[in-house]
Nanobody, 121 residues
Framework: QVQLVESGGGLVQPGGSLRLSCAAS????????MGWYRQAPGMQRELVAG???????NYADSAKGRFTISRDNAKNTVYLQMNSLKPEDTAVYYC???????????????WGQGTQVTVSS
């Protein structure tokens, strides 16, 4: 019903930058929020940054001051600009969207397939 397609991951040196993108498509009535999570090997998935529609962005402490989340609501797209990357940022990054499929229906969680970000020299 709803697909999230991510792009922009890759290999970058410490101190470098990457920009992740995620576009939502399908039977979308409205999007309550979009955000980014990450999961490193052997670790639980954790929130990196989130942005409610019309609300204030929130960030993990590890992302504050280095990462910026933004959205293009007309395109149902969310971005994550990552600067000053560190080796500990290495993880699979997942896009998340909280979506309403109908006007009076409940919201549903959707996830992207994940994109690998590797920070290494």
């Amino acid at each position: 019903q709803v697909q999230l397609v991510e792009s922009g991951g890759g290999l970058v040196q410490p101190g470098g930058s990457l920009r992740l993108s995620c576009a939502a498509s399908g039977s979308i009535f409205s999007i309550n929020s979009m955000g980014w999570y990450r999961q490193a090997p052997g670790m639980q998935r954790e929130l990196v940054a989130g942005q409610p529609t019309g609300g204030i962005s929130n960030y993990a402490d590890s992302a504050k001051g280095r990462f910026t989340i933004s959205r293009d609501n007309a395109k149902n797209t969310v971005y994550l600009q990552m600067n000053s990357l560190k080796p500990e940022d290495t993880a699979v990054y997942y896009c998340h969207a909280d979506v309403r499929l109908t006007r009076f229906g409940g919201s549903h969680d959707y996830w992207g397939q994940g994109t690998q970000v590797t920070v290494s020299s």
